[in-house]
C-alpha cells in the first residue's frame, strides 16, 4: 500500500495551509508563531496548532516545520480511524486516503456529519455533494474552494469508478464502426449484463490521447449514443476501462 505521506501531497499541504508564508522570516530562515484564523492559541508553519502562546518562540527551521506537519498528518489519520469510525481507512486508493487526511487536517469531517456516515456505509456517490453542501465552501476565500474542490474530485471519481460495471468486449457492438466527423454513432450493451449504474465512454487517438469523455447514468435499454469525433483518424473506445473496441473517421 502506498503511504500517504507522498512527496506531492506534502507540497499540496503545505501551500494549502500556508502558501503566503505567514511567520517565515527568510532572513533567519525560521518559522514564527503567527495567530490562527480561528482564534486561540497561535499556529505556526503549516497549520500546527500550538499547546501555549510561548511554544515555539525562538523559532523553528523548515526541517522542523515538516517534521510537525508529518506527525500531524498521523494525528489526522488516527482521528479518521477512531474518531470518525472509518476503519477501513486503509483499504481505500491513495487519493481517498489523501482526500480525508486533507480534509481531517482542517476539522472539516466529524463524527457526526452525514459526509463521514455516508463514507463509513459506502455511499459514495452521496459524498462529494455532500462534503460540499455547507457554508463555509459557499462563503468561504478561494483558497478553501479550490483545496476543498480537490477533495470533493478524489471523491467522485472514486464513487464512478466502483459504479462502473465491468464490461467484455462481446458484451458490445458499435454501429456503424466506420463513420464520418460528427456523425451519431450507437453502441448497444448485451441485456444480460443490464441495467448498470453508470457507463463511461473513453475516446482516444492513435497516439493514445483521450479526445472525449461520455457517461451514462442507470442504463436500462443498453442503447448509447454520442456523435463521432471532429477529425478522421483511427480511434479506440473503451468502456468502463474493461472493453474496448474501434471506431474508423473517414
Known sequence: MLEVKTSDFIQKLKKWENSIMKG?????????????????????????KLKTNSEYAAGISDDDATE????????????????LEISNFDS??????????????????????KTVEYIRTGQW????DEYLDNQ???TGDQGVKTRMDWNAAQFRDYANKIAQTA???????????ITE????VTIKVNKQVL?????????YDAAGREVKMHRWLDVKQGILQFKSPNEPGTYILRLNNSASTRLQVK
Not at 169 to 176: G, H, R
Not at 181 to 184: A, G, K, L, S
Request: charged share 25%; no cysteine; glycine share 6%.
Open 181 to 184: 466527423p460528427t456523425q451519431e
Open 136 to 138: 463555509e465552501y459557499r
Open 195 to 203: 441495467p448498470i449504474k453508470l457507463i463511461v465512454l473513453k475516446i
Open 24 to 48: 517565515w522570516d527568510p532572513k533567519q530562515k525560521k518559522w514564527f508563531p503567527h495567530d490562527s484564523l480561528e482564534g486561540g492559541t497561535p499556529t505556526i508553519a503549516y497549520g500546527h
Open 92 to 113: 481505500f486508493p491513495l487519493s481517498i486516503r489523501q482526500a480525508l487526511v486533507n480534509a481531517a487536517y482542517r476539522g472539516e469531517l466529524k463524527s457526526g456529519h
Open 125 to 128: 456517490n452521496k459524498v462529494a
Open 167 to 177: 464490461l467484455k468486449n462481446d458484451d458490445i457492438m458499435i454501429l456503424p464502426a
Open 68 to 83: 510537525l506537519l508529518l506527525a500531524d498528518i498521523d494525528k489526522a489519520i488516527n482521528k479518521i480511524k477512531t474518531k
